[in-house]
């Protein structure tokens, strides 16, 4: 959140690689090679940044942004920084039978080839979703913050105390 209403137009009219078309979408993109993220500012003051690999990247990024709009003429500001989705990827370089999964894990699974090629995996602790593909490739998705590593680490610090 910039804490300030912005005028898209004159954002899109004085930032370098800033594009804005409002019959297709209500914010301005504006990008930046590093980190290399992508923004959507929108009128209201509030910012979404996408692309970066890491948290601390992600606030960089989202400081950058906040500045060039300094820049520009508004008195924004950088407050209420939250991760709102982290993505994952992974190959497990062997091919995945998604129907004998989907048979299983049915409670958790959604499977129909005919509308997408992927099982969808919805795991409730922690809670992300899975994109499981025949080919190997996994896309995990839906994670608030570092829960599923921190869900590891408790796991091995179990096994080790016993």
Same mark, same amino acid.
């Given at each position: ?12 009219m @004085?930032?370098r ?12 993109? %504006?990008?930046i090679?590093?980190p #290399? ?7 209201? /003051?509030? %910012? ?11 606030? $960089?990024?989202? =400081?950058?942004?906040? =500045? ?9 500001k950088?407050?209420?920084? #939250?991760i709102?989705?982290?993505? /994952?990827?992974? *190959?497990? #370089?062997f091919?995945?039978?998604?129907? #004998?999964?989907?048979?299983? @894990?049915?409670?958790?699974c ?6 997408f090629?992927? $099982?969808?995996y919805? %795991? ?12 190997g490739?996994?896309? $995990?998705?839906?994670?608030? *913050?570092?829960?599923?590593r921190?869900e590891?680490?408790r ?8």
């Amino acid at each position: 959140n910039l804490g300030v209403t912005l005028n898209l137009k004159t954002i899109a009219m @004085h930032a370098r690689n800033a594009e804005y078309n409002p019959k297709r979408f209500a914010a301005v993109i %504006m990008r930046i090679r590093e980190p #290399k993220t992508t923004a959507l500012v929108f009128g209201s /003051g509030k %910012m979404v940044c996408t692309g970066a690999k890491s948290e601390e990247l992600a606030r $960089l990024a989202a =400081r950058k942004y906040a =500045r060039i709009i300094q820049k520009i003429g508004f008195s924004a500001k950088f407050t209420e920084f #939250k991760i709102q989705n982290i993505v /994952g990827s992974c *190959d497990v #370089k062997f091919p995945i039978r998604l129907e #004998k999964l989907a048979f299983a @894990h049915g409670q958790y699974c959604s499977y129909e080839p005919e509308l997408f090629p992927g $099982l969808i995996y919805r %795991m409730l602790n922690p809670k992300i979703v899975l994109l499981i593909f025949v080919s190997g490739k996994i896309v $995990l998705t839906g994670a608030k *913050d570092k829960q599923f590593r921190k869900e590891q680490d408790r796991e091995q610090d179990d096994g080790s105390q016993q």
